[in-house]
């Protein structure tokens, strides 16, 4: 299976996906079937952002902009391949 374009590819949470904050852990986590996720550090901002009408590089743009000390170009591209490979996204 290949990867998706990045400069196409708009992902957005599979259907049985949801986000929520968990106050009990103090994070925001993905919510499915028998599974939780808990999303640490900038995952959540990635996530967020995974709605549909951005494409990974758009993704990668507004977040570079919101954190421009990050490695975002290094560490975005290769998060969102994991959720998809995980079934997170689509």
């Known amino acids: 299976m290949t990867s998706p374009d990045p400069n196409h590819w708009c992902p957005r949470p599979a259907p049985a996906v949801v986000t ?3 106050r009990a852990r103090g994070n925001h986590v993905l919510l499915m079937p028998e599974r939780i ?38 560490e975005v591209g290769p998060f969102v391949e994991r959720m998809r490979k995980e079934g997170w996204i689509r």
């Open 20 to 22: 929520r904050h968990d």
């Open 37 to 74: 996720v808990v999303l640490t550090g900038s995952a959540r901002h990635v996530v967020e952002l995974c709605d549909g009408t951005r494409t990974v590089v758009r993704i990668t743009e507004e977040l570079r902009a919101r954190f421009p000390d990050a490695p975002v170009d290094a």
